[in-house]
Antibody, heavy 119, light 113 residues
Framework: EVQLVQSGAEVRKPGESLTISCKTS????????ITWVRQMPGKGLEWMGR????????NYSPSFQGHVIISADKSTNTVYLHWASLKASDTAIYFC????????????WGQGTLVSVSS | DIVMTQSPDSLTVSLGERATINCKSS????????????LAWYQQKPGQPPKLLIH???TRESGVPDRFSGSGSGTDFTLTISSLQAEDVAVYFC?????????FGPGTKIDVK
């Protein structure tokens, strides 16, 4: 069974760093890109970027380029999303999702991680 | 970026009645080499992640009830729920995965009357 299990909710202050995780199982980790999607409170879905776990090649949305880093660890089948310096506007739920290689849409999703940034 | 729009913003439908959501892309998402529309529909219930319902504009995912159907091509698409059930109350998003970045519509909230 394919599963994406994300790390728990986090509370941080502006300027602090944070890394959240997405642990995958039930399929060949290197065969599918993993994406991160942001959902701000009560809002829609925004694609942040993706990683190819096979070679860690990244692609970011211009809206998030330079503000987040996506990485992958093949030894633990885990993908990470990292901020070096959080802003209050980063408060949101973050989802990881698997891009289905054959169809291109996002077929499996993590449960979401709530990140709250407030002074 | 390809901009996705949806209408209506919200919809209230009686149980057993038909619900129709429209989605429009700012440019065609039809890939001419394979004649496939790179358009998906997702359902998101409160407190849950989105769930993929339909890909290639009209192909239902395994396990999705056949009351859900997708249609359209090029820039104009429709999601239809033929007979609304209580468990269909959710927000529905369309998404194009033709271009990078993939982009989502703003969502349509469906409630029961």
């Amino acid at each position: 069974e394919v599963q994406l299990v994300q790390s728990g909710a986090e509370v941080r202050k502006p300027g602090e760093s944070l890394t959240i995780s997405c642990k995958t199982s039930g399929y060949d980790f290197t065969s599918n890109w993993i994406t991160w999607v942001r959902q701000m409170p009560g809002k829609g879905l925004e694609w942040m970027g993706r990683i190819d776990p096979n070679d860690s090649n990244n692609n970011y949305s211009p809206s998030f380029q330079g503000h987040v880093i996506i990485s992958a660890d093949k030894s633990t089948n885990t993908v990470y999303l990292h901020w070096a310096s959080l802003k209050a506007s980063d408060t949101a739920i973050y989802f990881c999702a698997r891009r289905a290689r054959r169809i291109g849409a996002f077929d499996y999703w993590g449960q979401g991680t709530l990140v709250s940034v407030s002074s | 970026d390809i901009v996705m729009t949806q209408s209506p913003d919200s919809l209230t439908v009686s149980l057993g009645e038909r619900a129709t959501i429209n989605c429009k892309s700012s440019q065609s998402v039809l890939y001419s080499s394979n004649n496939k529309n790179y358009l998906a529909w997702y359902q998101q219930k409160p407190g849950q992640p989105p769930k993929l319902l339909i890909h290639w504009a009209s192909t239902r995912e395994s396990g999705v009830p056949d009351r859900f159907s997708g249609s359209g091509s090029g820039t104009d698409f429709t999601l239809t729920i033929s007979s609304l059930q209580a468990e269909d109350v959710a927000v529905y998003f369309c998404q194009q995965y033709y271009g990078t970045p993939p982009t989502f519509g703003p969502g349509t909230k469906i409630d029961v009357k």
